[in-house]
């Protein structure tokens, strides 16, 4: 479930990763299947992406009756070493602002 760009090419600049991180800052209550519906990925693909964000410490669930909600430590910085001098509070506060992501 890819979503086209305008000029019909693949690539993008952000990774789902990235999306994800950043739909759940948005929302921290959000469903798996909403994530996913929002970003163009399947339900798996979120879930896998979810516990990688988890497994990296990016990512804290909770459970909250039969639902999840998530809290982002924003403070972890990014994993590339060109990027490692920044926290990805600088990317969910550039995206999360916006409605890039309804």
Request: aromatic letters at 6%; glycine letters at 6%.
């Amino acid at each position: 479930m890819e979503t086209a760009t305008p000029d019909g090419k693949p690539w993008t600049f952000l990774t789902n990763h990235a999306r994800v991180l950043v739909g759940i800052a948005r929302d921290p209550d959000a469903r798996v299947r909403d994530l996913a519906q929002r970003i163009g990925i399947t339900e798996r693909s979120a879930q896998l992406i979810i516990g990688d964000l988890e497994e990296a410490g990016y990512l804290t669930r909770t459970r909250v009756g039969r639902r999840n909600t998530y809290t982002v430590d924003a403070h972890r910085p990014f994993r590339h070493p060109a990027e490692a001098d920044h926290d990805v509070q600088d990317l969910i506060e550039l995206f999360a602002r916006s409605d890039a992501y309804t």
